[in-house]
């Protein structure tokens, strides 16, 4: 038996939201940050590397560092984009949402939301795409328990991917892998949030129950 009831549960996963900016010098406890990556070990993993993830949190000097390498990618810009591109904007309010917009996604290009804590989850390389997509799920799956433990500390968080494969070679290297061997899955930012972003409403008929 657990002491968290299901009801406590589900309030705790519809109260995380993915958050790009952060307390850049609002520190985060170790004790916590242990827990949480821990918490991505228990995920469910693909059969073809089991628990073969590997994942590493950057702080401080660490942590600029690589986001040195990561924000030469413009797919950062890219993912920005399609983010923008895929909130439903009140058409009256659009060209200054546009222009804040801009400024934020400029901002988060730029540094990352300035979190202080960034963790990279590396997974194996494979020639063959269907292993490749296997292990990427399994990190995902790790990302979103990282995730839920965050929340459950107090602290917020956001992840995000870039596709660049030189960069991740250079951050791969700069982390102390070889980069023939491993893959980048996603990089996901841990802190507390100088802003929380509201809730998008779910749509009606995403799920249904069969009998």
């Known amino acids: 038996m657990h002491d968290i009831t299901p009801e406590a549960l589900l309030e705790l996963i519809k109260s995380r939201r993915t958050v790009r900016r952060f307390e850049r010098d609002k520190d985060v406890d170790n004790h916590a940050l242990t827990r949480i990556l821990e918490a991505g070990t ?17 702080k401080h000097k660490q942590r600029e560092k690589a986001v040195s390498h990561i924000v030469k990618s413009d ?18 309010e659009s060209g200054k949402v546009k222009q804040a ?9 730029r540094n990352l939301g300035e979190a202080p804590v960034l963790i990279v989850g590396l997974v ?3 020639d063959y795409p269907t292993v490749r997509n296997y292990n990427d799920e ?5 990302v979103q328990n990282m995730m839920l433990q965050a929340e459950a500390e ?3 968080s956001g992840v995000c991917t870039f596709h660049s494969p030189r960069i991740e070679s250079e951050l791969i290297e700069y982390l102390g892998f070889p980069p023939d061997q491993w ?8 802190g507390y949030a100088r802003e929380v972003p509201k809730a998008r409403p779910r749509e009606a008929g995403l799920f249904e129950i069969r009998d």
């Open 42 to 58: 228990w995920a469910p993993y693909a059969p073809y590397h089991p628990q073969g993830w590997k994942f590493v949190a950057l």
């Open 75 to 92: 797919t950062i810009k890219k993912y920005m984009e399609a983010a923008y591109q895929a909130e439903p904007w009140d058409k009256a």
């Open 101 to 109: 917009w801009q400024e934020f996604a400029g901002d988060f290009v």
């Open 124 to 126: 194996p390389a494979s």
């Open 138 to 142: 399994s990190a995902w799956s790790a």
């Open 154 to 156: 107090g602290l917020n």
């Open 183 to 190: 893959t980048i899955a996603f990089v996901l930012n841990v």
